[in-house]
């Protein structure tokens, strides 16, 4: 019971039953369920438990619940996700006792594992800007502990522009140290596109602009000035500049218009 500490988020309780007997315990905690506990939390968390949810979702899936948890963490709090370690089997398979279809998948996360045995393992989370890294002095491979993480997978993360072009800059990060993004993985892109469109959702929610820019440089001719890909989600207003048109061709003034 060491690990759960103030307020307690149960993301993918079910029934709530472990939330029940929690709170009878004197814990201040809460539960979350897409299907029976609907009600998204309004709030930050010092803990949060998921336990064996990641191990009947799909990839893509899986992906949202980091993301979403990353969200629902205060900054120096803790998740912690238990998956099954027994399972034989991946794929669909009839559930016993309800004769649906029903998915599981083996599941390893680049988290810290602080328990294992046959049967399950349970990772510890903490946000990426929340490690010290003194091997590197990139300022994405370690970001500032100061800085608003916006989401966070388990291969990239997100923040806000320190020199934002306009309010609510943000940037979405891998977190393999890569400098051109055409050499990322095909997973790492896909979960850098991913990841683009949540937070695009989130900008959206909080600043409420009326068009995005979106862009990378890769290369000092393209002005790129940090050698660890980055994406650029820049939110565009009314007003902002006098005229607007041509976009991303600004890049090079001349060709702006045509």
Known sequence: MGLLQGEILDFGCGFGKDVEILFQQGFSIEGYDKYYLPEYPKKRYDTIICFYVLNVLMPEEQSLVLMEISALLKPSGKAYFAVRRDLVYEGFRTHKIHQKPTYQTNVILPFQSIFKNDFCEIYEYRHFNQFENSESSCPFCCPSSETELILESAQAFSIFDKYPVNPGHALIIPKRHVSDYFELSFMEQSSCI??????????????????????INIGEKAGQTISHVHIHLIPRYLGDVEDPRGGVRGVIPQKRNY
């Open 194 to 215: 991913f990841m683009l469109n949540e937070v695009k959702k989130e900008i959206q929610k909080r600043y409420v602009p009326e068009g995005f820019n979106v862009g």
